[in-house]
């Protein structure tokens, strides 16, 4: 069964990276331009922190999220958001993923803080093996029949 791939973002500090590594399945960096200027092969999710950067619209999500985005073929295949954030940045908590969700209408999978704890990277796992399983089902991948025999 195919599994949902993760597209993300971290800084320097490396927090999302962290979680992401976790899962234990493919995962690409968005600040590789590389990464950023290809279009993934199927349906694919998103993990974002959020930046409160004090601009004039109070946006939060990174750059490198943005400019992935833009592609209409990109966005066409993304099935869902995870987000990282600080729950110190209180109305801003998760902005960025928030607000990508609901432009977006996809759904937000998981949120956790900073680097999330074991529990979390156990949840959002599970999560996101439930996903790859409706998505196999959706596309006709159906489970071998048990034998009744
Ligand atoms: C300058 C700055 C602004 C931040 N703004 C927000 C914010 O608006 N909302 C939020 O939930 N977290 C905010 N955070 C917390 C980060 O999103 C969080 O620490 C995340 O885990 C960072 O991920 P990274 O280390 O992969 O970049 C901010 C952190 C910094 C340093």
């Given at each position: 069964?195919?599994?949902?791939?993760i597209?993300?973002?971290?800084?320097?500090?490396?927090?999302?990276?962290?979680f992401?590594?976790?899962?234990?399945?493919?995962?690409?960096?968005?600040?590789?331009?590389?990464?950023?200027?290809?279009?993934?092969?199927?349906?694919?999710?998103?993990?974002?922190?959020?930046?409160?950067?004090?601009?004039?619209?109070?946006?939060?999500?990174?750059?490198?999220?943005?400019?992935?985005?833009?592609?209409?073929?990109?966005?066409?295949k993304?099935?869902g958001?995870?987000?990282?954030?600080?729950?110190?940045?209180?109305?801003?908590?998760?902005?960025?993923?928030?607000?990508?969700?609901?432009?977006?209408?996809?759904?937000?999978?998981?949120?956790?803080?900073l680097?999330?704890?074991?529990?979390?990277?156990e949840?959002?796992?599970?999560?996101?093996?439930?996903?790859?399983?409706q998505?196999?089902?959706?596309?006709?991948?159906?489970?071998?029949?048990?034998?009744?025999?």
């Amino acid at each position: 069964m195919r599994q949902t791939p993760i597209y993300f973002y971290s800084s320097k500090s490396g927090m999302a990276r962290q979680f992401a590594l976790a899962l234990k399945r493919p995962v690409f960096d968005l600040t590789d331009r590389a990464v950023r200027t290809s279009v993934p092969d199927g349906p694919w999710v998103l993990l974002t922190p959020s930046y409160k950067t004090g601009n004039a619209d109070n946006d939060t999500v990174p750059e490198p999220v943005k400019r992935f985005l833009r592609d209409p073929a990109v966005r066409r295949k993304m099935v869902g958001i995870m987000g990282s954030g600080n729950r110190n940045f209180g109305a801003h908590y998760q902005a960025a993923a928030r607000q990508i969700a609901n432009i977006s209408g996809r759904p937000m999978l998981f949120e956790f803080e900073l680097q999330g704890t074991q529990w979390d990277v156990e949840d959002a796992r599970a999560i996101l093996e439930e996903l790859d399983r409706q998505l196999a089902h959706a596309h006709g991948e159906e489970p071998a029949k048990q034998s009744i025999a």
